[in-house]
């Protein structure tokens, strides 16, 4: 069985979020993201669904995006 989608967390400024989404929203099927519980103060938490296709992109993508920003992998 194919899973529809990959599961991924990040922890990132909450001031940055507005940077990172329009580089998902660019590549068209990539990954879906939501914030599953906003959180008081400074960092959140984002949920991003990866479209197994995509998943080699989506590690480049945040590998240059750590490079900018503070970002953080999670366990969900």
Do not use: W
């Amino acid at each position: 069985m194919t899973r529809d989608s990959i599961d991924y967390f990040l922890r990132i400024k909450k001031e940055d979020i507005y940077l990172l989404c329009p580089y998902f929203e660019a590549f068209q099927g990539m990954a879906a993201i939501r914030t599953p519980k906003p959180e008081a103060g400074d960092e959140a938490t984002l949920h991003l669904m990866v479209s197994p296709d995509f998943t080699a992109e989506f590690d480049q993508v945040i590998a240059n995006l750590q490079k900018r920003l503070k970002i953080e992998r999670i366990d969900g």
